[in-house]
């Protein structure tokens, strides 16, 4: 049977290639950083969870992506559907004052629609159409 224990005794005077408080330091600690640094050189660390990462942990990984993937499309969906609610309130609203207030009161109306140009610059210049966006 295979001895799993772990060597993570102190370094002994044989290890000249350490300074002395490298060799205070654990021999399992040592190979961590050891390896985490040749990691770092070559450009690549490798996870030890990756070599415990099987087929079906893969496949679950997939699955649960798609299931997340599915979520976010149907949340913008959603998203999108209220904000055509609201550009269609808005413009029925606009439409019902203009025709309200046409035969009512022409100044109100002017006045209305001024303010809602207005809005509607001060809207675009933020958003940054003008000089900068084209």
Do not use: C, W
Request: glycine share 8%.
């Amino acid at each position: 049977m295979k001895n799993d224990s772990v060597d993570n005794s102190i370094g002994t005077e044989q290890d000249t290639d350490f300074t002395d408080e490298e060799a205070k330091t654990p021999k399992l600690i040592r190979q961590e950083i050891t390896r985490t640094i040749s990691g770092f050189i070559s450009g690549h660390i490798s996870n030890p969870l990756f070599e415990k990462l099987s087929s079906d942990h893969i496949s679950e990984l997939i699955k649960m992506q798609s299931t997340d993937d599915e979520h976010q499309h149907s949340l913008e969906i959603k998203k999108q559907n209220s904000i055509r609610f609201y550009v269609v309130v808005f413009v029925i609203v606009f439409i019902f004052l203009i025709v309200y207030l046409s035969a009512k009161n022409s100044d109100l109306l002017i006045e209305i629609l001024k303010t809602i140009g207005l809005l509607g610059a001060g809207f675009l210049g933020g958003y940054g159409i003008g000089k900068t966006r084209k």
